[in-house]
């Protein structure tokens, strides 16, 4: 495995920046996640670390070795794409195998490592089926194999789960993060979920056009995001942002405070509220409130919670969980 490290790394495609002087360290057995809005270049980016798309500037190592211009077959990377793009004609043994045959590796040798990779994916019992007989989650799991067997220094994901259901996408992330966590691999991956970001990463990095807006554990940004982006974009429901009036009597440009972070009264609180909408999602309730001064105010609050469209709710900040920017 390997560090990754990007100095200064610049693309262009003609008068458009589309990366604009990224650096970054991702370290030795990292599993680091790039997350941001679609446009933000972190599909991009990967592709420049993999080599399918060259930098117009700066400087790219991988381990040691200075890779900048050197060819995707010469990085020592793997890539897994959105799309599976298995072979519809081979069996699941075949597929994983296929870069060693093509590589021209002895039969013995391939035979061996198909059996380690499936073992590791839990794919022994499907060697012998085709793709059309699998499901998505386990033809993403044989895709993923054949990225392993290939022995890489560093696994690139490019939204590897997007096509797949909820319910898949949040078994593929437990077996990404229990596959990072046995092979001890350098990970990047990308994708605009936050969840995904959240739930699987050592490190995210934030995107926002072409620049990185901040770096840090998951933890890191949801407790103390460094802009009102990153505030905005880390955390679920999203954090309530407000500018003006508001923000200014708090003396800030920008003030925060987390749906979460919102005590919810019917007596008495810091603002009152209308509610609008609820969402009921089993353990928590999602409020939305119109309020006069703040416009809408989003607030979770516990499952149980006994409340009904247009009544008058007051909610108060949690103190010390407020962001002012």
Known sequence: MAKVVLENIRKS???LDVIKGIDLAVEDGEFCVFVGPSGCGKSTLLRMISGLETSSDGRMLIGDRDVTHAEPSQRGIAMVFQSYALYPHLTVRDNIGFGLSLAGRPKAEIAA????????LQLTHLLDRKPKALSGGQRQRVAIGRAIIRDPKVFLFDEPLSNLDAALRSQMRMELTDLHARLGATMIYVTHDQVEAMTMADKIVVLNAGRVEQVGSPMELYNRPASPFVAGFIGSPKMNLYEGAIAAAE????????PEHLSMSTSE????GTIRHIERLGADTVLYLDQPDLMSIV?????????ALRQEIFVTPVPGKEHRF
């Open 251 to 258: 003396g800030c440009t920008t003030y925060g405070i987390r």
């Open 299 to 307: 607030v979770r609050v516990p499952g149980d919670a006994e409340l």
């Open 113 to 120: 490592k198909v059996e380690k990779t499936a073992e590791t």
């Open 13 to 15: 495609f003609g008068s």
């Open 269 to 272: 609180g810091k603002w009152k």
